[in-house]
């Protein structure tokens, strides 16, 4: 079974631009979560979809948006991108349920030049 | 607020010892913990978890323990071998009804294994 996919993996963008990530979650999978890391913050939980619906979000900013389709897919939205947003974003999948194992990608590392 | 602390930043064992791999947690809602590995360059990869019903859990090579009295969580490691070089999280869930599937991650541990 393929594993979660991120794309691109790799993004240089400026300040004040726009960016937007895609993640593919295993097959089966119903839930995206999708979190930040950087070397000050650690992981971050920034929000999780289920079924195309936001089901639970963290502490960012309006700015950090998201939305999932109908086969799972999710994509991530960052505007107005600021310096401190250079960071590796990961996606994690799982069927959904809160102990269900979540299953990271390999991340798509954001610079904000 | 929430918060899941780790002991050391840094740990260096000998390939062939026992590595422990400690956590603080400080929710005692937290119903549900998970240990992650991360090499350089990929994303976490799940190693093993425990519910807060239990004390102790066993998987290869690895050992996980729960001490919901002092909020801490261990991770074991048996016969460390180098390819166990990697930053290892833990992570945990509130119980159902609270902050419902976001995981809180500590800051993590670099091992290090040595030849």
């Known amino acids: 079974k393929a594993g979660v996919t991120q794309t691109p993996r790799y993004l240089i963008k400026t300040r004040g631009q726009q960016v937007t990530l895609s993640c593919s979650p295993i097959?089966?999978?119903?839930?995206v979560s999708w979190y930040q890391q950087t070397p000050g913050q650690g992981l971050q939980f920034l929000f999780e979809y289920f079924s195309e619906t936001q089901r639970n979000k963290g502490n960012f900013p309006g700015r950090f948006s998201g939305r999932q389709f109908s086969n799972s897919r999710s994509e991530m939205n960052v505007s107005t991108l600021e310096l401190g947003d250079s960071a590796l974003y990961l996606c994690?999948?799982?069927?959904?349920?809160?102990?269900?194992?979540?299953?990271f990608g390999p991340g798509t590392r954001l610079t904000v030049l | 607020g929430e918060s899941v602390g780790l002991h050391l930043p840094t740990l260096s064992v000998q390939e062939g010892d026992n590595s422990i791999i400690n956590c603080a947690y400080s929710n005692s809602a937290s119903d549900y913990f998970i240990w992650y590995k991360q090499e350089s360059g990929k994303g976490p990869q799940f190693i093993i978890d425990?519910?807060?019903?239990?004390d102790k859990r066993q998987g290869q090579r690895v050992t996980v323990l729960l001490n919901k009295t002092v909020k801490h969580l261990s991770l074991q490691i048996a016969a460390t071998q180098p390819g166990d070089s990697a930053v290892y999280f833990c992570a945990e869930i509130p119980r159902a009804g609270g902050s419902a599937r976001q995981l809180t991650f500590g800051s993590g541990t670099q091992l290090t294994v040595l030849p």
């Open positions: 994690a999948s799982s069927l959904g349920t809160i102990t269900d194992t979540q299953y």
């Open positions: 097959s089966g999978h119903r839930s």
């Open positions: 425990i519910r807060s019903n239990m």
